[in-house]
């Protein structure tokens, strides 16, 4: 029991989990702040289902978590080990993904939806929408990674 405990206690005080966990409420909380500044919340409820949840937007908190991930692990096992190479290929399909698979998706399923709801109004067609998932623009995508690698380099350097 005390093992269990003792590992427990390692991975909630590991450094790279530390720097992950606070790269990703970090851009959160950002995303939720400019949502919130610009009118675009409407209920507490909408809140915090962006602070804690919601995807999309500025800044990408999936590329600020990768970025921050590879970061670390960087400085801690050096970039020619090979935990290093798995984390840089999981920053790589996570950035693919959040600009190109998901952004797509979202993309089409709002068209989709489009279409539907014209089909809906003619009344060829009962239809119920789509969920519209939202992908990155670039921009998004950078400045989640700038913010990751920051938060990355901070707690490494910083330790």
């Known amino acids: 029991m005390d093992n269990i405990l003792t590992q427990l206690k390692g991975l909630v005080t590991n450094p790279v989990l530390l720097a992950c966990v606070f790269s990703w409420l970090s851009a959160q909380l950002i995303k939720t702040l400019i949502k919130l500044l610009s009118g675009k919340?409407?209920?507490?409820?909408?809140?915090?289902?962006?602070?804690?949840?919601?995807?999309?937007?500025?800044?990408?908190?999936?590329?600020?978590?990768?970025?921050?991930?590879?970061?670390?692990?960087?400085?801690?096992?050096g970039i020619n080990s090979d935990i290093f190479i798995l984390a840089f290929c999981f920053f790589m399909v996570t950035i693919r993904d959040a600009l190109g698979v998901r952004r797509s998706s979202g993309i089409q399923a709002h068209m989709i939806n489009e279409i539907g709801d014209e089909l809906n109004k003619q009344g060829v067609l009962n239809y119920k929408p789509i969920k519209e998932v939202q992908g990155h623009k670039p921009m998004e995508v950078v400045i989640g990674c700038i913010l990751g690698g920051v938060i990355g380099v901070a707690f490494s350097v910083l330790k």
């Open 41 to 77: 919340v409407h209920s507490v409820g909408e809140l915090f289902e962006l602070l804690i949840w919601r995807t999309g937007s500025m800044p990408s908190s999936h590329s600020a978590l990768v970025t921050t991930l590879c970061t670390t692990i960087g400085f801690r096992s």
